[in-house]
C-alpha cells in the first residue's frame, strides 16, 4: 500500500569551534557548523517503531565534538572525510553518511600593522562549504564549496540581444551595475577512501584559493556580456586550475539596482548615461545556474 521510499536522518547546525595553540604564540582558529545525515538499515524506525538500528542524532553531535577533538577540523574536506568514515567504520548497518562541514570566517586582526597572535574578526559572511558523502564501498565523493561572497561591479557588464517579444519591458543595455552573491562549487573525483583523501591535504585549500581569485578575477575584469557567460568562463578557468575537479557549479542570483527617474524635480537628470541615484532592488531578482563538467569525466555517483 505505502512504501517508505527516503529516508535519512542525522544532526543539523552542530556549532564548533576548535583553537590550535602554536609553540610561537600564536593561536589559530576555526568555527563551523556540520551536518550529519545517515542512510542504511534504518526504516523500521520509521515503519515499525524499532529504534534498534537507530544511532541517535546526539550521538552524532558527541561524534562530532570527540572527532574535532582526536583529528585535525582542517582543511574541512579532511574532517567531512572523517566524520564519513567513521559512521561507515562503526556502524555496519550504514550504507551512506553525508556530512556538510560550513566554515565561517575568522580573519586574523592586524595590530600596529601586524598580524596579530590571537584576534579575529568576521569580515564578511562568506563561508567555505564542504559536502562529504561516503557510501559503503564506493568511496568519498567530496564537492567544495564557496557560499554568501557578496560582490558589485558598477561598470563593465551588459546585456543585450535578447530575445524580444510582446511580455519584454527592459531595454539593452551596455553598461549596468552587476552584483551577486556568489554561490560556487566544484565536484572531486571520486576519492577511493579516507586515504587517498589524505594523500594531498594541500591540494583543498589551493583549489578553494584558486576558484575564490578566479571569481573574483573573472567578475572584475570582464566586460560581462551576461551573467550566464561570466559564470561559463569562471567554471572553465577553475577546471583548467584544478586538474582533479570534474565538475564546476554557480549558482548566482543577480541583483538588481534601479534607475530613478528624477526629472520630476527640476528636470534633474539621472537616467541612461546620467545616472548616478540608484535603488538597489532585494527581490525579485534573477537566478543563473550552471554545471560545467570536464570533458571524458566520470559521471557523479
Ligand atoms: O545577465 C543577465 N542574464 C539574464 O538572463 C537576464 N535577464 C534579465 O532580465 N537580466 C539579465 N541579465
Redesign the pocket.
Known amino acids: 500500500m505505502a512504501t517508505l521510499s527516503y529516508a535519512r536522518y542525522g544532526k543539523d547546525n552542530v556549532r564548533l569551534y576548535k583553537v590550535q595553540r602554536n609553540d610561537d604564540g600564536t593561536q589559530d582558529v576555526t568555527e563551523m557548523t556540520v551536518c550529519t545525515l545517515l542512510e542504511g538499515d534504518i526504516a523500521e524506525s520509521w515503519t515499525k517503531s524499532d529504534n534498534a538500528n537507530i544511532v541517535a542524532t546526539d550521538t552524532q553531535k558527541q561524534t562530532v565534538y570527540i572527532m574535532a577533538k582526536l583529528h585535525p577540523v582542517t582543511p574541512p574536506e579532511l574532517f567531512a572525510s572523517i566524520l564519513g568514515d567513521h559512521f561507515l567504520s562503526t556502524y555496519s548497518h550504514i550504507h551512506v553518511a553525508h556530512v556538510t562541514v560550513t566554515v565561517h570566517k575568522w580573519t586574523r586582526m592586524e595590530v600596529d600593522g601586524k598580524p596579530h597572535p590571537h584576534s579575529f574578526m568576521r569580515d564578511g559572511v562568506e563561508t567555505r562549504v564542504v559536502e562529504a558523502v561516503a557510501r559503503r564501498n564506493k568511496g568519498i565523493a567530496i564537492r567544495s564549496g564557496i557560499k554568501g561572497l557578496l560582490v558589485l561591479k558598477s561598470t563593465g557588464s551588459q ?1 543585450w540581444g ?1 530575445h524580444r517579444d510582446e511580455f519584454t519591458r ?1 531595454p539593452e543595455t551596455r553598461d549596468r551595475i552587476l552584483s551577486t552573491e556568489v554561490e560556487a562549487g566544484w565536484n572531486w573525483r571520486n576519492f577511493s577512501g579516507l586515504d587517498e583523501v589524505k594523500k594531498d591535504l594541500s591540494a583543498f585549500n589551493q583549489a578553494w584559493s584558486d576558484a575564490r581569485k578566479i571569481t573574483l578575477e573573472t567578475f572584475a575584469t570582464e566586460n560581462s556580456p ?3 557567460n561570466t559564470m561559463y568562463l569562471m567554471s572553465e578557468k577553475i577546471l583548467a586550475a584544478v586538474p582533479r575537479v570534474e565538475s564546476v557549479e554557480y549558482s548566482l542570483p ?1 541583483k538588481h539596482y534601479f534607475e530613478i527617474d528624477l526629472s520630476w524635480y527640476k528636470g534633474l537628470k539621472n537616467t541612461g548615461a546620467d545616472a548616478e541615484v540608484y535603488a538597489p532592488q532585494s527581490d525579485p531578482n ?1 537566478l ?1 545556474q550552471c554545471t560545467v563538467t570536464r570533458k571524458g569525466a566520470s559521471p557523479k555517483l
Open positions: 546585456f535578447f527592459l551576461s551573467v550566464q543577480n534573477g543563473i
